[in-house]
């Protein structure tokens, strides 16, 4: 409407004048965000990509010298990489996949009205609240046999032969951080899933319980379908969270015992503050980067098919 | 409706939901009333056999955790203040408008949750510490805005994409600008949203480590999980203190949490979400 009246209006200065304020006014919302994003996020993140290029260890004058991609020829050759890569792997995968499935069923529990729901609903998102180190050193601490009860209940389920800690098992330890991560992350899905799930107009679901489909049929043509969009994009936004988050396992393992707890996130976190290398956690950190930009291309690749079959 | 069965599964499920969810904070709290002398003979048990609150008395009063506490606060609460203010702004014009580079503006958001933040940490303080903005919290306030704004522009973007754009236009009708239509008719229906995205900030905000302990190294400008970690480091790490310390610091947090939860459930309903 508001153009309309410009196109009216016969003072040509004032109109163009208005006309240009018109035109920056959604750039004038953006720019505090924007301006903010790209000084302490976009030019620090080019800044940090050409470290990759540098021979840069921090307290050690002869470095900083361009040294082209020889970085990424180290990483290729890094066996430590390759193991980190695949810790990786299994760490976000089977993190993402519980705090999902989890979350998934937390959010169908919750979605239906029934006495108590708002305090429970409050109870059983309270761990988002707590600082991840936190939760780490509570974690690490109720693993341990000597002062944690953790390891007497995995007796009791006959998971363990004897109270041993998770932790320093180079075969097992890996769980301790997981399951760690999955009691902070499942509220997070939970969330989200439940606000879609109540989006979901309630008549759809009266009108096909009248035609006779079972709560399977509905659940699998009515929620499934009206969720996908949803948990597309949350799942991108945890994969993407999960497999950058180094504090779990620094805190709780240190990406021992052997290595065999070290993902990606924290071997980084480990070359750049132990061994002050900057430019190889550089390079890392950029092999990481563009692995996850193709991760996140494809899934909303799969995001817009599925929207486009709606 | 359903059977008597049923719900006994459900109540039974969520029990065990709710089992999982408190039981760490439970052993959190139990083990910061346990007395030093029987934090270790007495474990595993469920509940000590005497409790006291001398680790409660000791954080307080002979540490710089009130300090840390102090610094935690203020640096939260202004940056959850400053990040709900500019994504409202950004959310608002990504959700009424169309214009040129939107789609570059997103695909720009999205690399921020991209990459390990360890690979900034070098090049941010180097921007910092030039103006005085390294151990000092005006610093971590500004870096912890541009870390959340991201997230929070999606989220308050939801939030207005669930309000009918014919609200304002009926008051733009009438005569009111763009602006005074978003500050009359919207804002009173956005403060779920607003509520929802301070809530969201001001937890994430106060559970950050990595920046905290970087930028700032000394102890007027720490945070209360810079605090906590020098417990760690201490030469006898003091597991009493340490955890009464972080159930003082989860007791904010988490009574802020449980009130806003639900805004974030009703507000992301409302939204964009759904596709």
């Known amino acids: 409407m508001t153009t309309l009246d410009l196109s009216a209006s016969p003072a040509p200065p004032h109109a163009l004048l208005r006309r240009i304020v018109l035109k920056a006014e959604p750039y004038l919302y953006c720019f505090p965000a924007l301006f903010l994003i790209a000084a302490i996020m976009l030019v620090p993140l080019i800044v940090g990509l050409s470290y990759a290029f540098r021979d840069l260890v921090l307290l050690d004058p002869a470095s900083g010298d361009y040294i082209g991609l020889t970085h990424f020829g180290e990483i290729w050759a890094d066996a430590n990489f390759w193991n980190a890569l695949q810790n990786t792997a299994i760490w976000t995968i089977v993190c993402v996949a519980l705090q999902f499935g989890l979350g998934l069923t937390l959010a169908l529990l919750l979605n239906q009205p029934f006495r108590g729901r708002g305090l429970i609903q409050a109870l059983v998102f309270l761990p988002w609240a707590v600082p991840s180190f936190l939760s780490g050193l509570n974690w690490a601490w109720m693993f341990n046999p000597v002062i944690g009860p953790l390891p007497y209940v995995f007796q009791a389920l006959g998971l363990m032969q004897t109270p041993d800690n998770i932790l320093s098992s180079p075969d097992h330890a890996i769980w301790g951080p997981i399951i760690a991560m999955v009691w902070w992350g499942i509220p997070f899905f939970a969330i989200t899933l439940l606000a879609a799930l109540q989006s979901i107009p309630k008549d759809i679901y009266e009108a096909a319980a009248i035609d006779g489909a079972g709560a399977v049929e509905r659940f699998r043509s009515i929620t499934l379908p009206f969720l996908a969009p949803t948990m597309a994009i949350t799942v991108l936004l945890r994969t993407v969270w999960i497999a950058n988050s180094a504090d779990l396992i620094v805190v709780m393992t240190h990406g021992g015992p052997a290595d065999s707890t070290q993902i990606l996130a924290s071997y980084i976190f480990t070359q750049a503050f132990q061994r002050l290398d900057f430019g190889y956690a550089s390079a890392l950190a950029a092999v990481m980067l563009v692995l996850l930009l193709a991760y996140a291309m494809a899934l909303v690749a799969v995001r817009q098919t599925l929207l486009a079959r709606h | ?275």
């Open chain 2, 1 to 275: 409706m359903r059977n008597p069965g049923y719900w006994i599964f459900h109540y039974g499920l969520l029990a065990l939901f709710v089992v999982f969810a408190l039981f760490p904070l439970f052993w959190l709290f139990k083990v910061s009333i346990t007395p030093n002398d029987l934090l270790y003979s007495e474990g595993v048990r469920i509940w000590p056999s005497r409790m006291s609150f001398d680790h409660y008395g000791a954080v307080l009063r002979h540490s710089d955790f009130p300090l840390f506490f102090r610094n935690s606060v203020i640096v939260s609460t202004l940056t959850a203040f400053f990040s709900t203010i500019f994504a409202a702004a950004g959310g608002y014009a990504f959700s009424r408008f169309t214009f040129g580079g939107k789609l570059w503006i997103v695909g720009l958001l999205l690399v921020t949750q991209m990459f390990p933040l360890v690979m900034i940490v070098a090049p941010i303080f180097r921007l910092l510490a030039p103006l005085g903005l390294t151990n000092s919290l005006t610093g971590l306030v500004i870096v912890y805005t541009a870390f959340n704004v991201p997230f929070a522009v999606f989220l308050m973007q939801s939030f207005f994409d669930g309000i009918p754009k014919e609200l304002e236009e009926a008051a733009m009708m009438d005569g009111a600008s763009r602006f005074q239509a978003l500050l009359q008719i919207i804002f009173p229906l956005t403060l779920p949203g607003i509520a929802a995205t301070l809530g969201f900030v001001f937890t994430a905000a106060w559970s950050e480590l990595l920046f905290a302990l970087m930028l700032n190294s000394s102890t007027a400008a720490s945070t209360f999980p810079v605090g906590l970690l020098a417990f760690v480091s201490k030469f006898s790490v003091d597991f009493g203190q340490m955890m009464a310390a972080g159930v003082l610091a989860l007791i904010p947090v988490c009574v802020f949490f449980f009130f806003i939860q639900r805004y974030l459930v009703q507000g992301l309903t409302a939204g964009a979400v759904k596709g």
